[in-house]
């Protein structure tokens, strides 16, 4: 089994900063893609950035040039740094993963708990 767990979440004002980290373990032979989504009340989820295994980004316009996704293949830890914060970032945020595990043929898709990000104005 593959545990994603998230942290970081928190109360901030608008303009300022909070970086979330996920770790990923249990039985993991490679993981593969990353992605960080995020749910605001009564709304659908949505992705907010992603990461491949080689490294390449992409980003929801939304966040673009505000928030950086990066990861620490060595300790299985993951990163979402969001910088001048709106009000309209406020939502739980899920990190997801694309995990082959030891012994699987195939990669499974794994989600964190979640953690909630407000932004007060």
């Known amino acids: 089994q593959v545990q994603l767990v998230e942290s970081g979440g928190g109360l901030v004002q608008a303009g300022g900063s909070l970086r979330l980290s996920c770790v990923a373990s249990?039985?993991?032979?490679?993981?593969?893609?990353i992605n960080w989504y995020r749910q605001a009340p009564g709304k659908q989820r949505d992705l907010v950035a992603a990461?491949?295994?080689?490294?390449?980004?992409n980003y929801a316009d939304s966040v673009k040039g505000r928030f950086t996704i990066s990861r620490d293949n060595a300790e299985n830890t993951f990163y979402l740094q969001m910088n001048s914060l709106k009000p309209e970032d406020t939502a739980v945020y899920y990190c997801?993963?694309?995990?082959?595990?030891?012994?699987?043929?195939?990669?499974?898709?794994?989600w964190g708990q979640g953690t909630q990000v407000t932004v007060s104005s």
């Open positions: 997801n993963a694309n995990v082959l595990r030891i012994g699987a043929m195939y990669e499974g898709h794994y």
């Open positions: 990461i491949t295994s080689g490294g390449s980004t």
């Open positions: 249990g039985y993991i032979f490679r993981i593969n893609a």
